[in-house]
């Protein structure tokens, strides 16, 4: 084993370029290398357990060892492996699962794009925004509204989308017209005595401000998590979704929900837009759409997204946009067990359930010295890190206690994500409360060692 061991880890290091991850580091330390699941569980290449904290990212509502996805991905390679929807072809897995997201998803969403991964979709959805205001005259209509850490994605428009500065630090992004207002975090972002509700009208009114100041009849669109989560794990301050749709419906800009993360259960609603009380024009899908056992994402958009869009392709001959994989017949099948799955198993239900469980366990290690913020919603949520409690000030070296608590963390059996200072939390959708109750019993022993590694 420990041969085996060697050779992947040097093979590794020779050979692969990592996403998100500092490679001179990494070719110092090596990878860690995951080679099989069980529930909510892996296991690495020396035989050690780990909970899978975050449902690898932020993606396998289904656990690590689903037999009925593999046998379903199975059958169908053996009926029909590939096939495109181009030029009017269609096949039957992928007509069943754009079905089946119009009738689940809320609102007026009635057609589905598909892509590969999350970024294609963003992206496609900024062509698809764009060819729109152009097909009804409207070619300043083009503007894009984000907010600083939100995460969309890395592609060129898609990584424009997002609010990080990694992602865009010597990428020379942002590429495309977009403007990114403030974080909706309160405990960050709201101002010495500031009630939770003043600090959503102020946001508000930051977005009326922009709009005024940008005109209307420039900004296309607002896009949103509806909870941001790679970002740090940010639920929004009540009213805000409210306020941000009505003021998007008066300016005639559509509203976008990136419900990567948000959707299929994870806020213990259907979708996460349900959670906040706001209606979408557009739609993000992807990660556990198929728990990640295949790469698969979706655009949902409603009729009056589709009408202008679809006269044009009708004036140009084509709509001229669609990847090789657009409707892959194995993803879409895989994506059509999972949420027979997900339905059968009623994840949503489950995350309601386990919701004050699994966020009190979290709120309980608001005491801790180091902890500034415990906080989510539904089954994802984050512990904040911090050099001073009291002033909420952050470490002087960003990132390098969280990383310290995920070494510590992978040492205790647990894998969570630590964002810069911020350890985030997102298990499968199948956990039990026993398995809750484990989680937080590892994440205890690894802020007890965090104390005296970091002080
Ligand atoms: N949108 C959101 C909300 C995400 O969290 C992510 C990925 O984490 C993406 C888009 C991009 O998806 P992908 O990594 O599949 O491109």
Redesign the pocket.
Known sequence: MDTLSNSLAAADMAHTLHPNTNLRAHEAQGPMVIQRGEGIRVFDDKGKEYIEGLAG??SVGAGFSQKRLADVAYQQMLKLPYYHTFTHKSNEPSIRLAEKLAEITPGPLTRAFFTS??????DTIVKMVWYRSNAMGRPEKKKFLARTKA?????IA?GSLTGLPVNHRDFDLPAIPVRHLTCPHYWRFGQEGESEAVFTERLLAELEAVIAEEGADTIAAFIG?PLM??GGVMPPPAGYWEGVERICRANDILLVA????CGFGRLGTPFGCQKYGFTPDIM?L??QITSSYM?L?AVMISDHVYAPIADNSAKVGVFGHGFTASGHPVSTAVGLENLAIMEEQDWAGNAARLEAQFQGGLRSFADHPLVGEARGDGLIGALELVADKATKRPFETVGAVGRMAAVIGHDEGLIFRAIGDQLALCPPMIVTADDVDEIMTRMGRTLARLTDAAH
Do not use: Q, R
């Open positions: 990212l932020w991964s999350g970024s294609e979709a963003n995460y969309h994605g890395i592609t898609s998590e989560a790679a990136d419900e990567v993360i993000t992807s990660k790469p994402a």
